[in-house]
């Protein structure tokens, strides 16, 4: 069974984007993965399309209605079992141990938000999971739904060509990834460490190790185990 993507989106011409090229583009041309994105206008009934209007209580921007967002996933997901997402800045940080949650599963419907918002009632009537890839503010979800697509369908099994690359990363156990080299032997002055060299397996290793906790704990404390407060 292929990994199943359905974006809902006011801009499916932004699909699959670079997602379509290198190894998850050649994976997606192979079947290990779908994607359709679908244009939420369409579930608009009015003849002007209308997607989004004032927010109640007044303020600035627009939002999307509830009833046509509603209508677009009902048409995309009903009797489905795969999350539903929605890109927002507000939402949880999307992690590497959610990422292969996702990768694991049958796919993802992934709601683009647009304008000021979306309308509360839908993310709680729909159970929409929210999402963010980071604390900045995008012009739209589709971004986000590409960078939490590409992180998913390059470690779905067969789309890297060395399955361990998706193994010794970042984030994948609990510190930052360590140093890499590779010839020449000297640039610019700088050489690779001895130890990378020296044909000493257990000791590169050791290496490797300690670097990632040194890079975690001047970079990323907070990816480290914190003491226990009495």
């Known amino acids: 069974m292929s990994f199943r993507a359905t974006v809902l989106t006011l801009y499916p011409e932004m699909f699959p984007g670079h997602l379509g090229a290198s190894l998850s583009g050649r994976a997606l041309e192979r079947g290990q993965w779908s994607i359709d994105a679908v244009q939420i206008r369409d579930f608009a009934e009015d003849k002007h399309r209308t997607v989004d209007d004032t927010p109640a209580g007044g303020g600035a921007g627009m939002v999307l209605r509830p009833d046509v967002l509603a209508r677009a996933i009902d048409a995309v997901s009903q009797d489905d079992h795969r999350p539903r997402l929605l890109m927002s800045p507000r939402g949880r940080p999307l992690t590497q141990k959610r990422v292969r949650e996702l990768a694991d599963g049958p796919g993802v419907v992934i ?67 360590h140093p890499h080299y590779t010839r020449p032997q000297v640039f610019e002055g700088r050489e690779i460490p001895a130890v990378l060299t020296s044909g000493n397996h257990g000791a590169i290793a050791k290496w490797r190790e300690a670097e990632a906790r040194r890079l975690t704990e001047a970079r990323r404390p907070d990816l480290l185990p914190q003491p226990v407060k009495k």
């Open 111 to 177: 709601v683009c938000g647009r304008f000021e918002g979306v309308d509360q009632r839908v993310i709680d009537g729909r159970a929409l999971e929210e999402v963010s890839i980071g604390d900045y503010i995008l012009s739209g979800g589709e971004p986000a739904a590409l960078t939490l697509l590409d992180a998913v369908v390059r470690i779905l099994p067969g789309v890297m060509g060395n399955e361990l690359s998706g193994v010794h990363e970042s984030f994948e156990g609990g510190l930052l990834e």
